[in-house]
Every structure is written in C-alpha cells, then in structure tokens.
C-alpha cells in the first residue's frame, strides 16, 4: 500500500483565497483524522470521521474550516476564506479499528502559507 | 495543564543512550504511543505499549511505563545521527477515538 496520501505537499496562497487539502486514506482504514501542527500549540485534532460519517469536529477553529468525506478513499479540508494565522502544516491520518488500538499512520503534510 | 507533557529539546552524544520521558494525566489510557518526526515528514509510529505492561523491548527501543505515575518513556540505545527528529508521545484514551499528542522533544545528536 502506498500509504496515506496527501496533496498538495506546498500551498501558498494570499488572504482571503479559498484552500482545499486533500487525503487518500489507507484502503480498508476506517477511520480518517486532520490534524493541524504548529510550534505553538503542537499537533491539534481538528476532525476525524468514522466509514466516512465525522465523528467529532470540535476541534475545528471556526466556521471557515469545513470537511468532508464522500467516500472511504477521499477526504477534504477546506478553509474559506484563509488568513496569515492559518499557516500551518495539515496532517492526515487513517486508522484500523479492527486492530483494537489506534495506530494511526500519517501522511507526508501539506504545508499551507497565508500571505 | 497540558493533558500530555514532555521536554521541547534532548541533546546527546552519539554512541550514547537517549531518553526521552512524557507524562500523561488521564487513567483511562488503554495504550501509549512514541512516534517519531523527521524534517519535512509525517510522523512515522515507533512503538507502543498497552497500559497492562511496564516494559517493551524492540530492538535499539525500550519503553518503560509507570502507570501509578502515569510516566512514559523510549529509550533508544546506541544514539546515531540518523535518530535525529522530533519525538511524539501519545495516548489513548479508554472510550475515544484517536490520539493525544505530547508537543514532541526534539533529539539533537552531537558528534
């Protein structure tokens, strides 16, 4: 399995513009997790579904964040419109129930820059 | 406070053993996670440990777990340049989905 992919790798975009992040899961996984990462506040949960229904999204910073999922193989997450404070790097993760733990395996990031 | 803590920097010399300790506050963790981040990736689990066991042995790795003090911690031994990276601890909770993140302590090797 090629593992978790995201795209793009690299986003910079000016203030104000529409961002969508893109994740392929890891087929047969379950479950799917965004994650934001920055110096400051570290690695933060921001939504995770479950057979592709979102599960708890209290983590998402306001109502320009926005996610879907409409198929096991493919998730978004859309910010609109962006602003410098949401740079960060945006993780995707998937998971396996069925294992009893959550080991959860990530993607390589995309790197978002607001200007 | 955070739910789980550790030390933002460890810096050691090559060919010695590393070790890194988080603290975790919540007694419901069923299973204790180390990953590893190195520049520009994702993170890339190391190991794990369910909240029944003390230690785990994985070759280079140990981890040790104190659950009376809610203590974690990964020993890697025989430190070499290519350990060099952020290091994650994280639990899961009993009843929820996911993980929590420690905010990573950064291995720095000198030669």
């Known amino acids: 399995d090629a593992g978790v992919i995201q795209s793009p790798r690299h986003e910079v975009t000016e203030m104000g513009q529409e961002v969508t992040l893109r994740c392929k899961p890891i087929?047969?996984?379950?479950?799917l997790f965004w994650y934001r990462q920055t110096m400051m506040r570290g690695l933060e949960l921001l939504i995770y579904?479950?057979?592709?229904?979102?599960?708890?999204d209290s983590g998402m910073p306001e109502d320009r964040f926005s996610a879907k999922m409409p198929n096991a193989s493919f998730s978004t997450l859309k910010i609109q419109p962006s602003e410098p404070r949401d740079s960060a790097v945006y993780f995707c993760?998937?998971?396996?129930?069925?294992?009893?733990?959550?080991?959860?395996?990530f993607g390589s990031g995309t790197q978002l820059s607001v200007l | 406070g955070e739910d789980v803590e550790q030390s933002l920097f460890l810096s050691v010399r090559e060919g010695d053993s590393s070790v890194i300790n988080c603290t975790y506050t919540?007694?419901?963790?069923?299973?204790l996670y180390w990953y590893k981040q190195e520049p520009g990736a994702g993170l890339q689990l190391l190991t794990y440990?369910?909240?029944?066991?003390d230690m785990k042995q994985d070759q280079r790795l140990t981890v040790l777990l104190n659950k009376k003090d809610k203590h974690l911690s990964l020993r890697i031994a025989d430190t070499q340049t290519g350990d060099s990276a952020i290091y994650f601890c994280?639990?899961?909770?009993?009843?929820?989905?996911?993980?929590?993140f420690g905010k990573g302590t950064h291995l720095i090797i000198q030669p």
């Open positions: 993760a998937s998971s396996d129930s069925g294992t009893g733990n959550e080991k959860l395996f």
């Open positions: 087929s047969g996984h379950d479950y």
């Open positions: 579904f479950n057979n592709n229904v979102p599960i708890d």
């Open positions: 919540d007694s419901s963790s069923t299973y």
């Open positions: 440990i369910f909240s029944n066991m």
């Open positions: 994280a639990d899961q909770r009993g009843g929820a989905d996911g993980l929590t």
